[in-house]
């Protein structure tokens, strides 16, 4: 995120408990809010796999302008089963995109909505953070939130809200920003990663990196993935000697490193490979290898029960010593820690016992 103001908090060390309030409005974009329940139910699941004996600390409601609950009317849309009991300034206000035709009924819209402008000032008063999304930045904008600021706005309304709120900067670029209790974003289709910014800044950064590789693309792992499964470890420019080079690379992560073999993959001489990797990557091939091999071990991490010789041979290295020297060295943290704080299943003792219920129930 680039805040235009420095945040009033640092993001917290690890797992600071967060009640989560939905606003639900006639105009609201729903998708914003379903986009918004998707993260939070993916970063609880990430939690509920990681510290299965933990009390959750993550929460959250959908409420109406007046504040209360509402009746969920499908089952994904219920609240959490167990409430978060924290503190007003522990507790994050969403305000959803408004469907607007244009500048004009969106002021409408603030208009109409006196009670909720009221439920936002209330919030915001007792110490209160809120997530607005695209054209709902407007309560925060009408309440004068973002005084001071300089933000992004939605194109579409930017220049009626120019003249609309005089206080605030709203020319920046940045597609998100923070301005003291306030996140905000330009555009709906940002929800995702905007949420687990807002989270990873709230609630716990190491959860919201972990759900943001399971929600968001990845297009290293999605390369990677056919190669492992295959190997039982579970535009193009195809002219370029560069992209022959890193091609070859990405195929044979797990072979040892011969700058030969690698030139001879992009069709030139050793040195000229050295000079053009560098000019378009910034960095040697085998700089490049070692982030692939690294990138793969993270994976493996994550999402199996392998250990260190193993995913180190997965990776291309005899010497798991060595490739934990590699590993601490670019991740900087060691391969236990990063298991320990990214891993997206259940620790073996209870995949063993679901593995163990799963067999009695089909016995049954």
């Given at each position: 995120m680039h805040p235009s103001t420095p945040p009033v908090i640092e993001p917290p060390s690890q797992n600071i408990p967060l009640h989560v309030r939905l606003l639900w409005l006639p105009e609201a974009m729903p998708g914003s809010l379903f986009t918004t329940l998707d993260v939070l139910r993916t970063?609880?699941?990430?939690?509920?796999?990681?510290?299965?004996?933990?009390?959750?600390?993550?929460?959250?409601?959908?409420?109406?302008?007046?504040?209360?609950?509402?009746?969920?009317?499908?089952?994904?849309?219920?609240?959490s089963t167990r409430r978060t009991r924290v503190a007003d300034s522990r507790t994050l206000l969403v305000i959803p995109a408004l469907l607007a035709s244009n500048a004009l009924q969106l002021g409408e819209i603030v208009q109409r909505h006196a009670t909720a402008l009221r439920l936002v000032e209330r919030h915001a008063q007792a110490g209160g953070w809120i997530a607005a999304c695209s054209s709902g930045m407007v309560f925060a904008l009408q309440l004068g939130l973002l005084d001071g600021a300089r933000v992004g706005a939605p194109w579409m309304f930017q220049s009626w809200m120019m003249r609309q709120y005089p206080h605030c900067d709203l020319g920046s670029d940045n597609a998100m920003s923070v301005h003291r209790q306030v996140f905000s974003c330009v555009a709906p289709a940002l929800q995702v990663e905007f949420m687990l910014r807002v989270l990873g800044h709230l609630h716990d950064p190491d959860l919201a990196q972990a759900a943001s590789r399971l929600m968001l693309f990845q297009p290293e792992r999605q390369r990677s993935v056919p190669a492992l499964v295959s190997q039982r470890w579970l535009s193009r420019t195809a002219d370029s000697p560069v992209y022959r080079a890193i091609q070859w690379l990405q195929d044979h992560v797990s072979e040892p490193y011969r700058l030969a073999a690698v030139a001879q993959a992009a069709a030139v001489s050793e040195r000229t490979l050295l000079r053009h990797f560098g000019q378009v990557t910034g960095m040697t091939p085998l700089d490049y290898l070692h982030t692939l091999r690294v990138e793969r071990a993270r994976m493996l991490l994550e999402v199996?029960?392998?250990?260190t010789q193993a995913i180190a041979e997965a990776c291309g290295y005899s010497d798991a010593a060595a490739f934990r020297r590699l590993f601490q060295r670019t991740a900087g943290m060691s391969m236990s820690d990063y298991r320990a704080r990214f891993a997206l299943r259940a620790r073996r003792r209870y995949w063993r016992m679901e593995d163990a219920a799963a067999q009695r129930g089909a016995r049954g």
């Open positions: 970063v609880a699941g990430v939690a509920s796999l990681q510290r299965p004996d933990a009390a959750p600390t993550l929460s959250w409601q959908l409420c109406g302008a007046n504040g209360r609950t509402l009746a969920p009317v499908l089952p994904g849309l219920a609240p199996t029960l392998h250990g």
